[in-house]
């Protein structure tokens, strides 16, 4: 069974420039998470899903970040405009249902210049 | 505020010794605990869990102990191999949202 896909695994980017990262899940999981993680630290969620609903996006900066999960498999997230703060590991989870494991892509790593 | 404390940025343990990682919680309501792994480049992986009715839970090579009157819990490994050297990450959630909320991790390094 594959994993959870993201892509790209790498990307560097001039402040004030857009970037998008796209993820798709476990097949058959219906929760799907994004996370950042910056550099010494552990994972902080950004945004939940259920199907194609976000559930949770509390810790999502609105004014430049956003995302979708139009038809509740795929998601992209997306910065615009990326700022030098936001250097960091942008991880893509999914779990069958919001009760059981979450299962991890291997991320993006964002670099802003 | 950290609510999921790593106080141990790394540990280093000799091949066949016990690893023993630390994890210290001051959230009342969070009622799951769980162990992640994670190799370079790649995301976490998913090792061990604890549910707050239990103190112990063990898999193979892996335990986790849960002391909830102290707000502690910690992963043994025995034996180490070399294959575990790692970060790991303890995460914390609770019934009424399943948020997860991650410490800092702790880079296990396990020397032949």
């Known amino acids: 069974e594959a994993g959870v896909v993201q892509s790209p695994r790498y990307k560097i980017i001039e402040k004030k420039q857009p970037v998008a990262f796209w993820c798709n899940p476990i097949?058959?999981?219906?929760?799907l998470y994004w996370y950042r993680q910056n550099l010494g630290q552990g994972p902080e969620l950004l945004i939940r899903?259920?199907?194609?609903?976000?559930?949770?996006d509390s810790q999502l900066p609105k004014d430049r970040f956003s995302a979708e999960r139009l038809k509740g498999v795929d998601s992209t997230l997306k910065i615009q405009p990326a700022e030098l703060g936001d250097s960091a590991v942008y991880l893509c989870?999914?779990?069958?249902?919001?009760?059981?494991?979450?299962?991890f892509g291997p991320g993006t790593r964002l670099t802003v210049l | 505020d950290q609510q999921v404390k790593q106080n141990s940025p790394s540990l280093s343990v000799q091949e066949g010794r016990i690893s023993i990682l630390n994890c210290d919680y001051t959230?009342?309501?969070?009622?799951?605990f769980l162990w992640y792994k994670k190799y370079p480049a790649e995301g976490p992986t998913f090792l061990i869990s604890?549910?707050?009715?239990?103190d112990k839970n063990e898999d193979g090579r892996f335990t986790v102990f849960l002391n909830k009157s102290a707000k502690h819990l910690s992963l043994h490994i025995v034996p180490s191999q070399p294959g575990d050297s790692a970060v790991y990450f303890c995460?914390?959630?609770?019934?009424?949202?399943?948020?997860?909320?991650f410490g800092k991790g702790t880079l296990l390094t396990v020397n032949p």
């Open positions: 989870a999914s779990s069958l249902v919001i009760t059981d494991t979450q299962y």
């Open positions: 097949s058959g999981h219906n929760t």
């Open positions: 899903y259920e199907n194609e609903e976000a559930v949770d």
């Open positions: 959230n009342s309501m969070f009622d799951y």
């Open positions: 604890i549910s707050s009715i239990k």
């Open positions: 995460a914390a959630s609770s019934g009424s949202n399943y948020k997860l909320t």
